[in-house]
């Protein structure tokens, strides 16, 4: 079964940058040719090469409503074409577990937008909440939890990161890393059998 919670290969990277402040939209004077200041406010502008907050919130929020909210439309405007989407814990659940079956581990859950369109139209809507968020210039990092209704017994947490590329107005998904709990999850799908003392 193919789930499209694509969640991130290296837990590291995310570490890494926890840290890292956060760039802010930037601001500039109006000038005039003879560079002097023809205004005394500032004015913002976007910065096509790196994001603010905002823009990674939606960003975050785009991702999220693509678990809870799926729509083609939404697909296609916050994915690229060449979308690709790694987590060595969907493949976990795919496989069910077990080596050497469906698909290798290391590998893409998808390969493109049209698969993620084809795999995600048949999946059920999962409770997705964000815990904690942090972005550089063209990334993402989101630490997430599942529980609740439609995600039981165990709930399920994660953290995502999400590559993106400035597209005409807006930053859009281009690759996705994404790992979470899947041995909570096999059990919520009834996959596995948990051997408990207690």
């Not at 790694?86 to 050497?100: A, W």
């Not at 139209?121 to 972005?135: D, G, V």
Request: charged letters at 20%; a negative charge.
């Amino acid at each position: 079964m193919r789930l499209s919670i694509a969640v991130f290969t290296s837990v590291s990277l995310v570490w890494n940058v926890l840290g890292a402040p956060d760039r802010p939209l930037k601001s500039i004077v109006a000038r005039s040719k003879s560079n002097t200041a023809e205004r005394s406010s500032l004015h913002h502008i976007r910065d096509s090469s790196c994001m603010d907050d905002n823009e990674a919130q939606q960003v975050a929020t785009n991702f999220k409503n693509l678990i809870v909210e799926y729509s083609e439309e939404l697909a296609n405007s916050s994915l690229t074409v060449e979308f690709k989407d790694y987590s060595d814990s969907v493949i976990e659940l795919i496989n069910s577990g077990c080596p050497n079956t469906l698909q290798d581990l290391g590998t893409a859950t998808f390969n493109s937008r049209a698969e993620f369109i084809a795999g995600q139209s048949q999946q059920p809507s999962i409770p997705w909440e964000q815990l904690n968020i942090w972005h550089t210039c063209t990334s993402v990092f989101v630490r997430w939890v599942s529980k609740g209704e439609g995600q039981e017994p165990e709930q399920v947490t994660g953290i995502v990161v999400l590559e993106t590329k400035y597209d005409s107005e807006s930053w859009v998904i281009h690759t996705v890393y994404s790992e979470f709990n899947s041995g909570a999850w096999l059990v919520n799908l009834g996959l596995f059998e948990p051997s408990c003392s207690a």
